[in-house]
């Protein structure tokens, strides 16, 4: 069984021109990333799929693996079908999409979330989450939030308050409440197959793609871990993170 991450990163973003790029403690973020995904230990390969040349040189800089893609696609997903489809076939088991803006990911965590489909054959795709206990938190639009059913399959993902407690929220949070954590395994039939598909109504209303997957009918095993990510949006974000190394160390 093989299981190869990608890491998606495109040069443009409207609000942090050149994020991969970005000094973290003295390495570019994308550098971070690397080594966190690398570090896991069912991960057998790691490749950066970016749109920019800059970014593939500083990635071959420190020893890393990059692939040119095209500059034209439209979310990571595109751009980690298009190095599916170069590889051989039946090469690999498992594909996972690690985040390029999320330099603190707790490398077991991509374990917990690989585990799922090395394990069973009838999971197609994985997730993280975390718990949510702060109100802020579950109110916040840009905090994606999950419900799963009994066997710990998604539900929904939306950026409201989910679930909804009609006779009042409990004051001290509920375990109900999950964070979802954008990391993602999938089966490589199951990557072309959402990539292959038109953007979906769900997933056009909430700015999801993950309910793209729903919406056809893919299942969408959500394994709950304790550690929180750090997504770096902004330079105020990155600061943030400085601020956690600096005081805890490479976390």
């Known amino acids: 069984m093989t299981v190869l991450a990608i890491i998606p990163a495109r040069f443009a973003s409207s609000r942090f021109p050149g994020k991969p790029l970005a000094p973290l403690s003295g390495r570019p973020m994308i550098h971070w990333v690397y080594e966190r995904a690398r570090a896991a230990r069912c991960v057998d390969d790691v490749i950066v799929a970016t749109d920019d040349e800059r970014i593939a040189d500083a990635v071959r800089g420190f020893g890393g693996r990059a692939v040119l893609t095209s500059p034209r696609h439209r979310s990571g997903t595109d751009r980690l079908a298009e190095v599916v489809r170069g590889l051989p076939n039946g090469s690999v088991t498992a594909v996972v999409n690690v985040q390029g803006d999320e330099p603190l990911l707790d490398p077991l965590a991509i374990d917990r979330a690989v585990a799922p489909l090395l394990e069973d054959p009838a999971v ?40 909804w407690w009609r006779d009042g929220r409990p004051a001290d949070g509920s ?20 990539a292959s598909l038109a953007p979906t109504p769900l ?45 805890q160390g490479d976390l």
């Open 124 to 163: 197609e795709m994985a997730t993280l989450s975390t718990p949510i206990t702060r109100a802020e938190v579950l109110d916040d639009p840009n905090t994606v939030k999950v419900v799963t059913d009994a066997r710990g399959y998604a539900l929904y993902f939306s950026r409201a308050p989910i679930p």
């Open 175 to 194: 375990p109900q409440a999950a964070k979802h954590i954008g990391l993602y395994v999938y089966r490589p039939d199951t990557l072309l197959r959402i």
């Open 203 to 247: 997933e056009t209303a909430e700015s999801l793609e993950q309910l793209r997957a729903l919406e056809h009918g893919i299942r969408i095993k959500v394994v709950a871990v304790d550690h929180d990510s750090i997504g770096i949006d902004t330079p105020e974000d990155l600061r943030r993170a400085e601020a956690l190394v600096a005081a």
